[in-house]
């Protein structure tokens, strides 16, 4: 028997995201029912009630809110940009921690026009402006590497070792990682960084899904656990070996699953956890 297969559901988190079509109180019941024990919200999904309400209506079912998504896109080409940016991060603070959120994940941000190294240290310096805020709110931060085609738009860190570099250098204990499988699977030092992030003590979220082979579209057909290439349940076994006992988050950006009915989807996301995580 592999005893590192998952039977049971007391780690599994599900993000807001993954059940798009829901609304947040939609998605909060059916968690309830349906035994998920945490929550992962997205900013989006808090519409028409105020954070702390939400965050109440969340506990009021037994949940735990795991995190809050998203923060970061610092680098931007003009002061005004980067300015505008450490705001909406603080606000995103704020929000969390009414909320009820510990962590925010950070999708750091990239942007044509700014090279690699320049966003990076972007990125640092803006990380760097917030953490005061972030302490002070007891909310901890999170940089989510995020695969190298994203590296243009969407984020110039790119690799656990970029993650953990910047981390090292930040030098701050609210600052840490979020590895997530999509984006980190095809790494053949991914197993080496992890060990050296949880040394670090800043290994703070793990995020799991597939990767599907052909895929449809890089950022909306995540697939399924079970349903694509990466090996998970071995990842997860790197995770674990550091001693890391947080949720593993199930994330997925799917326009083919967001068309089924969520009921069902809910239902084959907890089979594929036990089966494929």
């Known amino acids: ?43 989006d ?17 037994g949940l735990d809110i795991v995190s809050y998504c998203r923060g970061g896109f610092f680098p931007g080409k003009t002061e005004a940009e980067r ?3 450490i705001a909406d991060n603080e606000k995103c603070i704020d929000e969390a921690a ?11 941000g990239a942007a044509p026009g700014i090279s690699l190294p320049e966003a990076r240290q972007q990125i640092a310096d803006g990380i760097r402006a917030v953490l005061p805020r972030a302490r ?3 909310v901890k931060l999170a940089i989510e590497p995020l695969h190298p085609m994203y590296a243009a738009e969407r984020s110039a860190v790119n690799s656990m070792k970029q993650a953990n570099d910047m981390c090292e250098a930040i030098a701050d204990d609210h600052c840490g990682v979020a590895v997530d499988v999509y984006h980190l699977w ?23 899904c597939d990767w599907r082979s052909p895929t449809e579209d890089f950022l909306l057909d995540r697939g399924l656990m079970g349903e694509g290439v990466i ?24 326009n083919r699953w967001w ?17 494929h995580s």
Not at 50 to 60: F, L, V
């Open 231 to 254: 090996n998970i349940r071995e990842i997860r076994s790197w995770v674990e070996a550091t001693g890391y006992t947080g949720y593993n988050e199930v994330e997925i950006f799917s």
């Open 98 to 108: 009414a909320i009820g959120a510990p962590l925010i994940v950070l999708v750091v």
């Open 259 to 275: 068309n089924e009915d969520q009921n069902k989807f809910l239902d084959q996301i907890k089979e594929a956890y036990l089966k």
């Open 45 to 61: 999904a808090v519409k028409d009630m105020t954070h702390e309400d939400a965050g109440k209506m969340i506990r009021d079912k």
């Open 136 to 138: 002070d709110k007891g």
């Open 83 to 85: 300015a505008a940016a």
């Open 186 to 208: 095809w790494d053949d030092m991914l197993k080496a960084e992890i060990e050296r992030c949880a040394a670090l003590d800043k290994l703070f979220a793990f995020h799991i």
């Open 1 to 43: 028997m592999d005893t590192n297969q998952l039977t049971d559901f007391s780690r599994l988190c599900i993000h807001t995201i993954t059940h798009k079509p829901w609304s947040l109180k939609e998605t909060t019941d059916a968690f309830a029912r349906e035994g998920v024990p945490g929550i992962t919200v997205w900013r």
